[in-house]
């Protein structure tokens, strides 16, 4: 039987497709047409002749524009007008602002009395592990008004035995992360010190160093966060030996957050038991002259991590003062326990430790910032948190840095200190 190539009339009574049947059936089952082929062959009868014939899809008119979208917007034009009074006033209540995404806002540095106006020359510097090993780590120096520049690792530790101050941050966190968070740090710092340092004219601010370790976003968080936890404890190893470059005899405060906490517990342990076992070349840590204060701020670490018997016991007893910014209401830290699944401990800084834990002779306080920061677990709410940054400028220089603010002397500022019933 022949077959030939004719367009297709219109209306044909003959017309039959092939996927008629088909068609009919999903009807009566109520499911919608799907067409899949942008054209379909069908076989047309004449005189006895079947001939192939194409389908064109009919061309459809233009949609009419309804009035639905014009109905919308005046539906959400009231609203709109009654929240313009709140974004220019700035007073959005406290559970707005903990479920919307907080800016990197810069915090100018406290002015001095009269009015002095200068701030105060910041000094920060960042250490990048992500690079390779000790001998690749680039060494970098904010500068201000053209950013951050390479810098020579050995001008890190120059500048004789002033207060050095280091950050280690958490999980999930770029290198320019890192970089921002150290200078709004250095800034909160400035502004927590005397006013004399403040306006430049007195003992200058700490020497903040970012301690940058490779921590990027990587898969799933569950999966991501038990990747990173066995990092963490690897690049203890390098953190100690960072720690071991810097003299006996200048003060050290060490913020690590999240995971940095981690980092910076092992990592201390790590140079104590290398001073302990007498290793050659190591140095001094448990008997340093300067001060060692730590500042651990949701610290996704054990919460038996500084017991008596806990694993980083020498770190805690090689510092003089520790400091636990902990978040009870932390959505991330709840999961703590399925990160090491032979663990079966809650996150140190979601359930906190008892007083009777701490080594003698060490200051040790803790707080609970759940109701400043909610449920987040970032760093920048922290930071942002005027009586939480209070706390933690006051726990890293009060008596690291000659006239810094002390808990006592800041407005509004409770202290929290154990009694003498709980120091056993």
């Known amino acids: 039987m022949a077959l030939s190539v004719t367009p297709r009339s219109a209306g044909s009574p003959w017309t039959k497709s092939i996927h ?18 942008p054209r379909l062959w069908h076989l047309i009868p004449v005189h006895g002749v079947r001939q192939a014939v194409i389908r064109q899809p009919p061309s459809r008119p233009p949609r009419a524009v309804s009035g639905r979208p014009l109905r919308a917007l005046l539906a959400v034009l009231p609203t709109v007008c009654l929240m313009l009074p709140i974004v220019a006033v700035g007073s959005w209540p406290r559970p707005v602002l903990a479920a919307m995404p907080v800016a990197a ?24 592990t992500r690079t390779g090993g000790d001998a690749c780590a680039r060494v970098e120096r904010f500068a201000p008004g053209r950013g951050w520049r390479r810098a020579d690792a050995g001008a890190l530790f120059d500048g004789g035995i002033g207060p050095l101050v280091l950050l280690v941050h958490g999980n999930r966190y770029e290198h320019a992360d890192a970089l921002e968070q150290a200078v709004m740090l250095a800034r909160r710092l400035a502004a927590c010190g005397s006013d004399r340092a403040a306006c430049g004219s007195g003992p200058q601010p700490p020497r903040v160093v970012a301690y940058s370790w490779p921590s990027d976003k990587q ?11 066995e990092r963490a404890r690897c690049e203890a190893e390098r953190f100690s030996r960072f720690l071991g470059r810097i003299e006996p005899e200048r003060p050290v405060g060490i913020l690590g957050y999240s995971y940095g906490a981690l980092v910076t517990l092992a990592g201390i342990e790590s140079l104590v038991a290398s001073e302990r076992a007498g290793a050659g070349g190591a140095t001094v840590w448990a008997s340093r002259p300067a001060p060692v204060h730590l500042v ?62 701490v080594p003698p002779g060490i200051d040790f306080r803790q707080y609970d910032a759940a109701g400043a920061v909610g449920s987040s677990h970032r760093f920048l709410l922290y930071l942002e ?24 002397t800041v407005p509004g500022l409770v202290v929290e200190a154990a009694g003498p019933d709980e120091a056993g």
């Not at 701030?119 to 960042?126: E, I, N």
């Not at 948190?385 to 006592?408: F, N, Q, W």
């Open 20 to 37: 008629g049947a088909r068609r009919c059936e999903k009807r009566r089952r109520g499911k919608p047409r799907v067409s899949r082929e």
């Open 105 to 128: 806002t810069v915090v100018p540095a406290a002015d001095g009395p009269g009015g002095c106006g200068g701030a105060a020359p910041l000094d920060v510097w960042a250490v990048n």
């Open 219 to 229: 898969g799933i968080l569950l999966k991501d966060s038990r990747r990173k936890y």
């Open 296 to 357: 651990l701020v949701a610290a996704a670490v054990r919460c038996d991590a500084v017991a008596p018997h806990g694993p980083y016991r020498a770190a805690a007893e090689a510092t003089d003062r520790i400091v636990l910014l902990n978040n009870s209401s932390d959505s991330a830290l709840r999961f703590f326990p399925w990160v090491d699944r032979g663990l079966e401990a809650d996150a140190l800084g979601r359930v906190g430790m008892p007083v009777r834990w």
């Open 385 to 408: 948190a005027a009586g939480v940054s209070r706390r933690m400028c006051a726990g890293l220089l009060d008596g690291l840095v000659p006239g810094a603010a002390t808990e006592s």
